[in-house]
């Protein structure tokens, strides 16, 4: 579904993202139910959760808004898709961007970013975060699209 019809069709039960988040990845529609990530300039986790079947979730990584570091990569995104990932939605960048639009799934960051990422393992899993003025609950679903990003409840 269009995440405009859901809003047209939701009489304001729907949560809507503040349009602050850029497609990077190969496809640019997707949905899903809702599985997240808290990190700070870290992506163990969020390798450790791609690395997990995905079963059509969608990967929310809350990486406090840092813009000084890549969370995701071509290897990263690659993994996600492999193990059935139908998107990522990252608070922080991206990197090996011409390579991640040819990756078929779905990819939503803040910008790019050629710096790695630390590798010290820290942060936590499935736990809401909240960004972009939506709360990002575990098993809630998120639609996005070129319109941009909304969340019902199951």
Same mark, same amino acid.
């Given at each position: 579904?269009?995440?405009?019809?859901?809003?047209?069709?939701?009489?304001?039960?729907?949560? $809507?993202?503040?349009?602050?988040?850029? &497609?990077?990845?190969?496809?640019?529609?997707?949905? +899903?139910?809702?599985?997240?990530?808290?990190?700070?300039?870290?992506? $163990?986790?969020?390798?450790?959760?791609?690395?997990?079947?995905?079963?059509?979730?969608?990967? $929310?990584?809350?990486? +406090?808004?840092?813009?000084?570091?890549?969370?995701? +990569? &071509?290897?990263?995104?690659?993994?996600?898709?492999?193990?059935?990932?139908?998107?990522?939605?990252?608070?922080?960048?991206?990197?090996?961007?011409?390579?991640? =639009?040819?990756?078929?799934?779905?990819?939503?960051?803040? =910008?790019?970013?050629?710096?790695?990422?630390?590798?010290?393992?820290?942060?936590?899993?499935?736990?809401? $975060?909240?960004? =972009?003025?939506?709360?990002?609950?575990?098993?809630?679903?998120?639609? =996005?699209?070129? &319109?941009?990003?909304?969340?019902?409840?199951?």
């Amino acid at each position: 579904m269009k995440t405009t019809d859901i809003c047209d069709a939701s009489d304001g039960e729907v949560q $809507v993202a503040a349009p602050l988040l850029r &497609d990077f990845g190969g496809v640019q529609a997707f949905a +899903g139910p809702i599985a997240t990530v808290r990190v700070f300039e870290d992506n $163990v986790l969020v390798r450790g959760a791609l690395s997990e079947p995905g079963d059509g979730r969608i990967l $929310v990584i809350d990486g +406090g808004g840092s813009l000084r570091c890549a969370l995701v +990569g &071509d290897m990263l995104a690659m993994l996600g898709q492999q193990n059935g990932w139908a998107g990522i939605i990252v608070n922080g960048c991206v990197r090996d961007t011409a390579e991640l =639009a040819t990756i078929p799934i779905g990819i939503k960051a803040l =910008a790019p970013c050629p710096r790695r990422s630390a590798k010290r393992g820290t942060g936590s899993r499935d736990e809401p $975060v909240h960004f =972009a003025g939506i709360l990002f609950v575990p098993g809630h679903r998120v639609y =996005a699209d070129a &319109d941009g990003i909304v969340v019902t409840k199951p």
